[in-house]
């Protein structure tokens, strides 16, 4: 079960896809405009009734960009999403039903926590980001800083009552229809915590260290990639990278931005200053770009792609981080929002990166400055390559098997 974006549903085809070879009977639970996702990787479907691209164009949607701060635009986004959790919540009990485990998104865990306490389901947690507070880092989802060491933990802390809070409406209706007494959103995540309900992180150890202070059951799986098998490159796609020198991918994935045309011609331009050829994604921000030396794309599979690219410009999701270090590319990180800087310190810190430069900072001059120190500089390819050698050995899937053995044996 999980709820958000496509970053936030791909990755966890391929777990569905390794865990039905295994011979589970495996059905994804999320909005219905991800369902071809699933048929591709041949496991079941429950849709859920919201569409988050409408949500993310709609008028509330547009209003997240006049936030400027991580922690503004999460006050709107929990406003936004407590109002849509009420929606989903009979699509994800009706799913439960016909469940023997639930495997729940940190998008949808503390809803589907008392869904499977109620069903008398067990359950695991399947987290794309380290959500649980440390004091190693800021929360990832506020895109700060550290605070230090105090600072930090609190605020993590902090952070996962203010997610608590986004299903505050739906949980108490969902409580007294399975039968369960009535508890606080404070109160049901301390008591996750005092059971010690294990949560896997579908990212690399070697991208982000599980945190020495984490309680027992928080581990780190490895990465959960997108089901890719026999996906290949478009004819044109093809053609395209085949008639020159490598390009660049440009493409900021679900994101919505306030000016794609202004944003669009400062790529370009910066490409162009570079002396580079670019594949642009167009996306969810709606990027586009003209010239021979220019091809604006649609949709295109990652593992296919960024082997054949020169470098990637992206916006540091949790997912095109992943799909690049796996495919063994420098970047340029253009964080929006969100976890985005968090994984993009990531990234330079990692040496496969030369800055990160937010999107409200990208201008022609600071992107084209960038692309040259990644696609010059030869140690920010060695360094990438040898990183995603290492990730690609790793099997995310298998210790999340593991996990399930031992809370169903």
Request: hydrophobic share 45%; glycine share 12%; charged share 20%.
């Amino acid at each position: 079960m999980t709820a958000g974006s496509r970053g936030d549903v791909a990755p966890f085809t391929g777990l569905g896809h390794g865990m039905a070879r295994a011979g589970h009977e495996v059905t994804l639970v999320t909005h219905g405009r991800f369902e071809p996702l699933a048929a591709r990787a041949g496991i079941g479907f429950h849709a859920l009734p919201v569409d988050p691209r409408a949500e993310l164009e709609s008028s509330r949607g547009r209003a997240l960009h006049r936030s400027t701060t991580g922690v503004g635009k999460l006050v709107r986004v929990v406003a936004m999403a407590r109002a849509l959790a009420v929606e989903m919540t009979d699509d994800l009990v009706a799913a439960a039903r016909a469940a023997d485990v639930l495997l729940l998104s940190g998008s949808v865990a503390p809803l589907g926590h008392a869904v499977a306490e109620g069903l008398a389901l067990p359950s695991l947690g399947l987290n794309l980001q380290p959500l649980a507070p440390t004091r190693e880092f800021a929360p990832p989802m506020l895109g700060t800083g550290s605070w230090g060491a105090l600072g930090n933990r609190i605020a993590g802390a902090g952070l996962n009552l203010a997610v608590e809070q986004v299903f505050a409406s739906a949980l108490p209706p969902v409580r007294a229809q399975l039968g369960l007494p009535p508890l606080g959103t404070a109160a049901a995540l301390r008591a996750r915590e005092r059971q010690g309900w294990p949560v896997l992180h579908g990212f690399s150890p070697q991208v982000v260290a599980r945190p020495r202070d984490w309680r027992c059951g928080l581990d780190v799986a490895g990465y959960w990639w997108p089901y890719d098998e026999d996906e290949r490159l478009s004819d044109e796609l093809r053609r395209f990278i085949d008639a020159g020198p490598p390009p660049v991918f440009v493409g900021l994935g679900s994101a919505t931005v306030p000016d794609p045309g202004r944003i669009s011609a400062e790529i370009v331009r910066a490409l162009r200053r570079a002396g580079l050829r670019g594949v642009i994604q167009r996306g969810w921000a709606g990027l586009s770009a003209i010239g021979d030396d220019m091809l604006t794309i649609d949709e295109a599979p990652h593992c296919a792609l960024f082997p054949r690219m020169a470098a990637v410009v992206h916006h540091a999701g949790a997912g095109t981080t992943a799909a690049g270090l796996r495919a063994g590319i420098p970047a340029v990180p253009v964080p929006i929002q969100f976890d985005e800087s968090f994984w993009a310190a990531r990234l330079v810190a990692l040496g496969v990166a030369p800055r990160a430069l937010p999107l409200r900072r990208l201008t022609a001059d600071t992107l084209g400055a960038a692309l040259v120190r990644v696609t010059r500089d030869a140690g920010y390819r060695e360094r990438a390559q040898a990183l995603g050698a290492r990730i690609r050995e790793e099997d995310g899937v298998a210790p999340v098997m593991a996990a399930l053995d031992r809370v169903t044996g």
